[in-house]
Structures are given as structure tokens and as C-alpha cells.
């Protein structure tokens, strides 16, 4: 067993705690700035409040075997399935 999976809700943790401290500091810049976005827009238009959840999955995938070479983050992104108005419909 690796010891992301012996310690996963160990890991977890890291990855929600991230998560609220990243939107927090956002909320927080937006303030310093004079800034404020309706609601709780504030605390995720900076992004990155996903990034211990995306950190935490790469190792997992990767530490299971897929080469790190095929894991997109930040650039070179493609979702599969989308909306298309171009083409008028669903691309998969």
C-alpha cells in the first residue's frame, strides 16, 4: 500500500483545508483591493482553490501507474464533452 492511500484522509484533509484557506485569502485580496464580487463570487474568481484537490489526485493516478506526462494541469486542458455553439451541439 503507498503511502498516499495509508494516509488519504491525511492527504484529504490538506487538500480541504487548502481549499477554505485559498478562498479566504481571496475574499481577502478583494478587500485590500476596494474590490467586491456579489455573494461568495469573491472567494473563487482568483482560482486555485482547487489545487490541493488536483495535486492529490495527480499523485494518486500517477502513483496507480498513468505517467505523469499524460496528466494536463493549467495548460493544454481538454475537456471531454462540451457544448459547441459553432457547431451547433455536443462535442465529445
Not at 491525511?10 to 478587500?31: G, I, L, M, N, P
Not at 496528466?71 to 457544448?83: C, N
Request: proline share 3%.
Amino acid at each position: 500500500m503507498t503511502e498516499i492511500i495509508a494516509n488519504l484522509e491525511d492527504h484529504v484533509s490538506e487538500a480541504v483545508a487548502h481549499y477554505w484557506q485559498t478562498r479566504q485569502s481571496q475574499v481577502e485580496r478583494q478587500k485590500n483591493k476596494g474590490v467586491s464580487d456579489a455573494g461568495l463570487r469573491s472567494a473563487v474568481t482568483g482560482g486555485a482553490q482547487m489545487d490541493g484537490f488536483i495535486r492529490l489526485f495527480t499523485e494518486i493516478v500517477v502513483d496507480a501507474g498513468l505517467d505523469e506526462k499524460y496528466v494536463f494541469k493549467k495548460k493544454r486542458l481538454e475537456l471531454p464533452g462540451f457544448f459547441d455553439p459553432p457547431r451547433n451541439g455536443i462535442c465529445l
